[in-house]
């Protein structure tokens, strides 16, 4: 095991993940995004937010009402995602990509809920710029983050409790294991915990999203997290 992401992420704001040959191929414009942060808020990862986050929140949740919420699906970088939905089997319709499924929580809540400190870094993100960011423990990861097709019966993770996955899933992978499902859960002990110092953040990018969007979907993501 490594001590976590990529090193050459210290020197870089963020680092294009690999992909299998087969799976660029197949689905031309996906790509990964990977950058790295130092969690130096006094508080807790999973614990409550801070007044700054909590008030982005409300905010996000003033300018996502209304016709804005229930149009967002037409917007050229949320479309995008609802076409890369159907090119890989899924309805956009009934599996709801990352923004839309957070607007729609926002609609059914009143509002933007605060989650806990980085639920609600990667909500911020995701709401301003389109692209959905997930988090893994920089501790835990082995090498560089890519994307590929699962192996029928690997599991998801390095823990004892890691589920086994189907053959052909579109997986996040570090150099030894899956780490998480493309669009989907995170490997079992993997996650950041409340305690965590360095997170190892990831951006997904489909055709017709522009790479500076993914970037500052990263950027915003570090920005928050490193602030003292």
């Known amino acids: 095991m490594s001590d976590g992401a990529d ?4 020197a870089r704001e963020s680092l294009p993940g690999w992909c299998a040959r ?3 191929e197949e689905l031309p414009g996906l790509r990964l995004l990977v950058g790295e942060a130092s969690h130096t808020r006094a508080q807790a990862l999973t614990g409550d937010s801070p007044a700054d986050v909590r008030g982005r929140l409300r905010e996000l949740s003033n300018r996502f009402r209304g016709a804005r919420a229930v149009g967002v699906r037409r917007e050229p970088v949320p479309g995008a995602y609802r076409v890369f939905y159907r090119q890989i089997g899924l309805d956009p319709d009934a599996v709801r990509t990352p923004i839309e499924a957070a607007v729609m ?4 809540r009143g509002g933007f809920l605060t989650g806990g400190l980085l639920e609600d870094v990667l909500t911020i993100a995701l709401l301003d710029t389109g692209v959905p960011v997930w988090a893994l423990d920089a501790e835990s990861v082995d090498g560089q983050l890519g994307i590929r097709a699962s192996d029928e019966g690997e599991p998801l993770g390095r823990s004892a409790q890691a589920p086994p996955l189907p053959g052909g899933r579109l997986v996040v992978a570090d150099a030894s294991a899956a780490l998480a499902i493309l669009f989907g859960e995170l490997a079992p002990g993997h996650e950041p915990r409340a305690r965590t110092l360095r997170v190892t953040l990831f951006a997904v990018q489909v055709a017709g999203v522009p790479t500076l ?4 979907s990263l950027w915003k993501c570090r920005a928050v997290l490193e602030q003292s």
């Open 213 to 216: 969007y993914a970037e500052e």
């Open 7 to 10: 090193p050459a992420l210290g």
């Open 22 to 24: 087969e799976v660029e």
């Open 105 to 108: 929580e926002r609609m059914l």
